[in-house]
């Protein structure tokens, strides 16, 4: 089985690639289109049957192959119950954010019965992206890869791989996800946690009922493979390990990064890394495994999920060894893992980063309490920036914005927290209440921007991945407590720091970014846990036109879901 399922991989991967080959070979820039069918399907996981939404009827969903340069025409058809848009997470959409993607931002979800085009190039971009529902709790089964290929007759800047899989690292839940959300919002409380992570979809033998939901890749020996590892899961940070292997780290969020050799990744929601990985061990069976990182003591699932990296030749009878993943509090592993990540930096794959600052941000991450009556102690828990707990609209703010429509939102959001505190001092348990609104922060076009994101111990301390829309920017600086502005910044990496386009806030910590605002429009920015999104834990920006006649949002296209 495992031997049939990569040679299928492995088959349509070439057909794929050759085919974009031939096409770019003959024009400039291919078309490539996709017909996704979101659907209703039954799918049965740890002994429990469940309907699911999924696209094309696959969990996870269809893998997007294309080109650096090329169009990409994906028709979207709505067929469940639900709402529904879709994110192409970290692609840019220079000028063009009506294809971005999530509901109520850049545009009206589409309803039962209707469809969309999404509509965008693939500019100045290569490497593993993914896409996925971008409203309400869909995206824990509506996901799937997108991977670009370098224009052709460019070559990798690390050793051509023999073979190349996707890795997905997802969770499933046994009961309806989004009745597991609506009672935690009626209760004012946490959402129940996951019942297991999953590879591929599949949560591995660990778990009951898994002789069939159970990943595996076959492998030669002395061939190397490239692993696009994808965090696809709704609220857990994930270490992930092969027993026996290690892996070489060349690329993270579509950026090429300076090799370096790991027995373990960590990977947070929302975030994608690439690896090399050779097959140099003994011919056997090896346990790839993935588990939570949480290092403070809030309730995770903390179930490994497994898959097998098979040999090529050896039976299935063969009882696999387990990786050692690290502690799931290990936050030494976590902190130094991502000092690791540099960028290239080379004359082609140069690390443009601003040096001068326009524009300073200071925006700390808490969770509050507001009141709710109907809720189980009166109170329900929120999550804010800068003490400011979103209200999401009910229209799309690019449209209220491109259409001057008033009374949508404001462009106050402020550029630091309305009263300064020890961030990370004692826990804060008291004066939990936050403001809420929806506001947004406007940037002058092509202006630098940095902003320091700063966790707090407002109720407790924790990790936050975050990710911004529109956009990749440099990781400037990071550190644990309360960031200092007239110590820290003398400390940045303004040579070669990670570029990427979703980040991991350390836990009572802050980490510094920097980007150039040079994509008109409006660019959400949100924390990746969907717990924390759905408590308020986001903003966005209004990046306004530029003077040049390509500098200015383009016009929405006709099919443009109405609100």
């Not at 061939?223 to 857990?236: C, E, H, P």
């Not at 947004?440 to 902003?451: G, P």
Request: net charge neutral; proline share 8%.
């Amino acid at each position: 089985m495992a031997s049939l399922v990569w040679f299928v991989h492995r088959l349509t991967f070439l057909f794929v690639a050759s085919c974009i080959g031939l096409i770019s070979f003959s024009v400039e820039a291919a078309i490539k289109r996709y017909q996704f069918d979101v659907q209703v399907q039954n799918i049965s996981r740890l002994c429990h049957a469940k309907p699911i939404v999924t696209v094309n009827g696959k969990f996870p969903g269809p893998t997007i192959y294309v080109q650096e340069g090329d169009r990409v025409l994906v028709n979207v058809t709505n067929h469940a119950q639900y709402n529904m848009s879709i994110h192409w997470h970290g692609l840019k959409q220079y000028r063009n954010g009506w294809a971005d993607g999530p509901a109520y931002i850049t545009q009206c979800p589409i309803q039962r019965g209707n469809s969309y085009t999404y509509d965008f190039n693939v500019t100045g971009q290569r490497g593993t992206l993914w896409w996925h529902a971008h409203i309400l709790w869909l995206r824990a089964t509506v996901y799937g890869a997108i991977v670009i290929l370098p224009k052709q007759g460019t070559p990798y800047p690390f050793p051509q791989p023999n073979g190349e899989f996707e890795i997905l690292l997802g969770e499933w839940w046994n009961n309806d996800v989004e009745a597991v959300v609506n009672q935690g919002s009626r209760m004012g409380l946490p959402p129940n946690m996951s019942d297991a992570h999953t590879i591929n979809g599949k949560p591995g033998p660990l778990f009951p009922c898994s002789e069939k939901h159970t990943f595996a890749m076959e492998v030669e020996a002395g061939k190397t493979y490239l692993l696009r590892i994808i965090n696809a899961a709704l609220n857990d940070e994930l270490f992930f390990a092969i027993a026996g292997h290690s892996m070489t780290v060349v690329e993270v969020d579509a950026v090429y990064t300076k090799p370096f050799t790991t027995q373990a990744i960590l990977i947070a929601p929302g975030q994608t890394t690439n690896v090399l990985l050779q097959a140099n061990q003994a011919p056997n069976r090896y346990f790839m495994a993935s588990r939570s990182f949480m290092d403070v003591p809030i309730p995770v699932d903390n179930k490994t999920a497994t898959g097998i990296l098979q040999y090529r030749g050896i039976p299935n009878t063969v009882l696999p060894t387990l990786p050692q993943l690290p502690a799931s509090n290990d936050t030494s592993f976590a902190l130094s893992y991502n000092k690791k990540l540099k960028s290239l930096n080379s004359p082609q794959y140069p690390a443009n980063v601003p040096l001068k600052v326009d524009r300073k941000l200071f925006y700390t991450i808490g969770l509050g309490q507001n009141e709710c009556p109907t809720c189980l102690n009166g109170t329900q828990l929120v999550a804010s920036l800068n003490n400011i707990s979103f209200v999401m609209p009910q229209i799309g703010l690019l449209q209220s914005h491109y259409f001057n429509i008033g009374g949508v939102f404001r462009t106050d959001f402020p550029d630091r927290p309305p009263t300064p505190f020890n961030y990370t001092g004692a826990p804060l348990t008291a004066n939990l209440r936050t403001a809420v609104g929806t506001r947004l922060s406007k940037i002058a076009f092509n202006s630098t921007v940095e902003l320091v994101l700063q966790d707090t111990n407002l109720l407790t301390v924790e990790s936050h991945p975050f990710h911004l829309h529109g956009y990749n920017f440099f990781v400037v600086g990071t550190g644990i407590g309360n960031f200092d502005p007239a110590k820290d910044p003398a400390k940045y990496n303004l040579v070669d720091p990670v570029e990427r386009n979703t980040v991991g806030v350390p836990t009572g910590g802050w980490t510094a970014i920097r980007f150039r605002a040079d994509n008109p429009g409006v660019w959400f920015m949100h924390c990746h846990l969907e717990v924390h999104t759905g408590w308020g834990l986001k903003t966005a920006f209004v990046v306004e036109d530029g003077p040049g006649k390509d500098q200015s949002i383009l016009p929405p296209p006709k099919d443009l879901p109405p609100c």
